[in-house]
């Protein structure tokens, strides 16, 4: 009899947490699972993203907990599923799937976080300290956001595992030096103040004013569009600065850029950098969260502190002077095809179901 695991997932919009989902239900072996996917919110962006046949999906409208006939029909089909392992994503559906172990006590459940939930408030932490006990594991994407719930949270630490992200794409094989006469610097992010996009606008701004011949392209929505749109307007650069919304096939923008830069205030470990080192492409990062320990000794790679600062930014100017693209290729596409392949992650997430299970 195959194990049963029902995924809890609020939406499938563009994010981290949610393509992490969508690699994972790409990836799992479904000749010893039986899968199904149960998505909180009517938001499904990223299923066509979705190449499994044999995973079952069911879609709800819960845009809050009043919600209470979206949130029966909810409990009823995941207890009718009678699943072995219920994995949920992020905040609410970690809450949820705790409190959905009460009425299924054979059920393992498994918590997995992604960001640093630097938003939460006193009754929320408080919430998640007084029923973690109900969780059976806490998944964690990052060294730095393994420390914060040990202190922050306080979790067991026997109940804690590290998982680095995964990503579903084919490593670049043929990395020539780009031509272009135009240097392409993508973002891929939501746009959202927490990201900085700012950040990256101004440093495409001070770019410019030193003479390269410069763009950026930001793929995502949000937001925090109208924003950022003004803000490029009135650094004088909004002729350089293109918002493409939500993309689909993200390979097609990989391909069109030089170069991805992150920026944001504080991230976990971003799914982005590692697609974009698969794609060979060099990396401009912000110094936080997880990112420093998967990128800082990599030379085609950069950290930044602020990207506000003129010193950073003339450290950024000796950054490209000195990248030759085809120089870092082999040495970006090797470490993340070593480190964050699909099928080795979904292994060790077998294994973890695996140990759960026979501890039950």
């Given amino acids: 009899m195959k194990t049963k695991i029902a995924y809890i997932i609020p939406t499938l919009s563009l994010g981290g947490a949610e393509k992490q989902q969508i690699n994972i239900l790409n990836g799992i072996n ?4 039986e899968v199904k996917l149960f ?25 809050s907990v009043v919600n209470l006939v979206e949130l ?6 995941l207890r009718s599923f009678r699943p072995d392992i219920i994995h949920s994503h992020m905040y609410n559906a970690n809450m949820l799937s705790r409190f959905l172990k009460l009425s299924l006590p054979k059920s393992r459940v498994v918590n997995h976080y992604h960001g640093m939930s630097s938003w939460i408030s006193k009754p929320k932490l408080w919430l998640d300290r007084a029923t973690s006990s109900l969780a059976d594991q806490f998944l964690v994407v990052s060294q730095k956001s393994y420390d914060l719930r040990l202190q922050r949270e306080r979790y067991d630490s026997k109940k804690m595992t590290l998982l680095f992200n995964s990503v579903d794409i084919e490593p670049a094989t ?12 993508g973002v891929a992010s939501r746009l959202i103040p927490l990201k900085n996009i700012e950040g990256a606008i ?13 763009e950026l392209v930001v793929a995502g929505n949000g937001t ?10 009135k650094l004088g650069v909004q002729d350089r600065v293109q918002f493409l919304g939500f993309v689909a096939q993200m390979e097609s923008f990989y391909e069109r850029i030089d170069l991805y830069c992150i920026s944001s205030f504080t991230e976990d470990l971003p799914l982005s950098i590692i697609e974009a080192m698969m794609c060979a492409k060099p ?20 950290l930044i502190d602020n990207f506000f600062d003129i010193d950073e930014i003339e450290r950024i100017v000796e ?34 179901y695996d140990r759960l299970l026979k501890h039950s």
């Fill in 319 to 352: 950054f490209l002077d000195d990248l030759k693209r085809d120089e870092y290729a082999d040495e970006l596409v090797e470490y993340a095809s070593a480190n964050f392949n699909n099928d080795i992650y979904c292994s060790k997430l077998s294994s973890i």
């Fill in 174 to 185: 043929n990395t020539p030096q780009q031509k272009r006469q135009t240097l392409t610097i």
């Fill in 30 to 33: 479904c000749e010893d699972y």
């Fill in 224 to 233: 925090w569009l109208q924003t950022l749109q003004m803000y490029a307007q």
């Fill in 283 to 302: 990396i401009i990062a912000s110094n936080v969260g997880g990112i420093p320990a998967i990128v800082k000794d990599l030379s085609g790679a950069i």
């Fill in 39 to 63: 998505v909180l919110k009517n938001r499904t962006q990223l299923l066509p993203q979705l190449k499994n046949s044999d995973i079952e999906l069911e879609i709800f409208n819960i845009e």
């Fill in 72 to 77: 029966y029909r909810f409990v009823k089909s």
């Fill in 202 to 214: 101004f440093m495409i701004s001070e770019l410019l004013k030193r003479g390269y011949d410069v």
